[in-house]
């Protein structure tokens, strides 16, 4: 064998270096408290299914009806996606192949929007996703939006004065759904005014999808939304990945979203994400009302005691939060940057985000805190509790970061396997470790 030429050495080293970062990545997260409201981890089952073979695969189409051959393992896997699909959500219509939750987005507005036409939503200062910006999906469809007015004291939708705005403007199709979700939306209360004015009900679910198919925050699809689209890995603990659920009388609706999603936004769909979605959706039906039920205790524990250590915690009158995420009003803490960098910098990762009411979103007071990741180790209102102390030792109290840091990595210790899936009792099974092996 020859020596490998200049070039190709660095190439290499390169490579190495890749795989160092990602090993310290996960390390560093490893000895965090991750508190990232949409992240969550993947359970051992589903995770060995990313690195299977159906990365290196095509499977166009839907299960039996495939423009490539080799698929009769994959029309399996598929079809059993779909059923544990629609019997988690109670639906008759389910779709597995948007890739992500922005891309289910685009193939609802492909399939139930005109370039032009107006589509309801919040603004993102109130907590809406990008999808709902012009820089957006929105604006890839060119549909128009109309919003919503705002409840801020009660963090959600004014139904009576967004029931005059949807009656005077008349849009086509209701979006409903947010990234800083902390109750549930008035879906059922504004679902006469849809029908008076003949809008479809859309939900983007990605942030409450384990917590709708858990049972305890609410059922968009039998309160009067005809589709939900969602992300698949944020309180529904699967792969990044996308979904679509409906629920309607309409065939031709239920066609146009199956179009939609192919060959509408996604030539192939990604097989490995779907095989691990798959087996996400079976341990949810297992286990996903405990663990919903006690991912919303665990934000609601640490609200409060953030709240009784003179944390400004959003909605303190409403109990702050009935979903797995809350909102910390952090001006007096230096603001939303400043906070959730010196966070991070003691082990503890958030995000700085936009509250009702921010001048500036260049500079937003708040950060979001989410309980999915700290929960799926098995963390309870104990630890809540233990993780408000370090959010008031560093950000009031002055202690340095390395200090809290080193606190936070001794309370993730115990924290680092999973709970609420199949496999996770076994010894071997440490979720970092299956990072930076040598092949
Ligand atoms: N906007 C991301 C979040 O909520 O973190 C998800 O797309």
Redesign the pocket.
Known sequence: MTDPVPDERSLAADVQRIREAVRRHSRRFESAIPL????NLLSPYAKELLVSDLHSRYAEGLPGERYYEGNEDVDEVETLCLDLARRLFRCRFADVRPIS??VANLAVLKALAEPGDLVGTSRLADGA??SSASFGAFGLRAVRPVYYAWDPERMTIDVARTREILRAVRPKLCLFGL??FLFPLPVEELRPTLEEIGAVGWYDG??VLGLIAGGIFQDPLHEGCSVLSA?TH?TLPGPQHGILLGESDNPELLRRLQQAAFPGVTSNHHLHTMAALAVSLAEHLAFGAEYARQTVRNAQALAQALHERGFDVLAPDLGFTRSHTIAVRVTREGGGEDAARRLSAAGIIS?KNLLPGDKSPKHPQGV?LGTPEVTRVGMREPEMVRIAELFDLLLHRGRPAEEVRAAAAELKQGFTGLRYCFGAGEAAYRYYDLVGRDP
Not at 36 to 39: G, N, T, V
């Open positions: 990232i409201a949409s992240e939750g922005t996703h990008i990234s800083l990605a942030h992300s944020k995000n979001r």
